[in-house]
C-alpha cells in the first residue's frame, strides 16, 4: 500500500514539505495526456483501494480517504496535466470548467458544494487535484482548507490562504494570471 501524503491520508505526514520549484513548471502550455511514472493519482484503480465515484475517458472522481465533510471527493483528470494548480494557465480553462462541472453533478446542489485546491509548497500528491466538499463540513480549525479572500464582490480575489477555491482559479486564469502561494 503505497503511503499517502498529508492532503490524502495520513495527518501525520502534514508537516512534510514539496521542492518550491515542483518539475512541471509548465514551460510548455501544452496539456500532457499521458501519465507519469510512480503518481499514485496517475494510477487510480478500484484494486489500489480507491473509492472510486465517477470515471471516464479525461475525469476520475473518488472519495478522500480522511473526509472532512459528509462527501468529500477528489476530482483529477486521468492524465497527469500539471503537478498542481500552480502549473494551470488559462489554456486549462476547458479542463478545470469539465472537473468543475463533474464535481456539481456528484454531490446536491444543496448546502452548496465547496470546492478548491491546494497550493504547494502545502504539502499535497502533486497531480492536480479539485477538493469537493459536500454536507456539513468537519473543518476542524480549518488549516488544511481555509478559504481566504480580499476585496469584495465581483472583484473578490484569492486571499493568502494555501487553499484555493475552483472559483478563484477560474477567475485567475480567465484574466492570464497564474495561481500562486499570496494574493493574485
Ligand atoms: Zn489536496
Ligand atoms: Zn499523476
Avoid at 59 to 68: G, Q, Y
Wanted: charged fraction near 20%; proline fraction near 9%.
Amino acid at each position: 500500500m503505497p503511503r499517502f501524503l498529508s492532503c490524502f491520508g495520513d495527518p501525520s505526514d502534514e508537516r512534510k514539505a514539496e521542492p518550491l520549484l515542483s518539475t512541471s513548471a509548465s514551460a510548455s502550455a501544452s496539456i500532457s495526456t499521458s501519465t507519469k511514472k510512480g503518481c499514485i493519482f496517475c494510477n487510480v484503480s478500484v484494486e489500489k483501494g480507491f473509492n472510486i465515484a465517477y470515471e471516464d475517458d479525461q475525469l476520475i472522481a473518488f472519495h478522500d480517504r480522511t473526509p472532512r465533510a459528509k462527501t468529500h471527493l477528489l476530482v483529477i483528470p486521468r492524465y497527469h496535466a500539471v503537478d498542481s494548480v500552480r502549473g494551470l494557465t488559462s489554456d486549462h480553462l476547458p479542463l478545470l470548467r469539465a472537473m468543475i462541472l463533474l464535481a456539481h453533478r456528484l454531490v446536491p446542489p444543496d448546502p452548496p458544494p465547496k470546492m478548491g485546491f491546494h497550493i504547494p509548497p502545502f504539502s499535497s500528491v502533486p497531480h492536480l487535484h479539485l477538493h469537493v466538499f459536500s454536507g456539513p463540513h468537519t473543518f476542524v480549525g480549518g488549516l488544511k482548507y481555509p478559504i481566504s479572500s480580499h476585496g469584495k464582490g465581483k472583484d473578490k480575489k484569492k486571499g493568502l490562504g494555501w487553499f484555493v477555491t475552483a472559483e478563484q482559479v477560474e477567475e485567475t486564469l480567465g484574466r492570464g494570471g497564474r495561481v500562486r502561494l499570496g494574493r493574485s
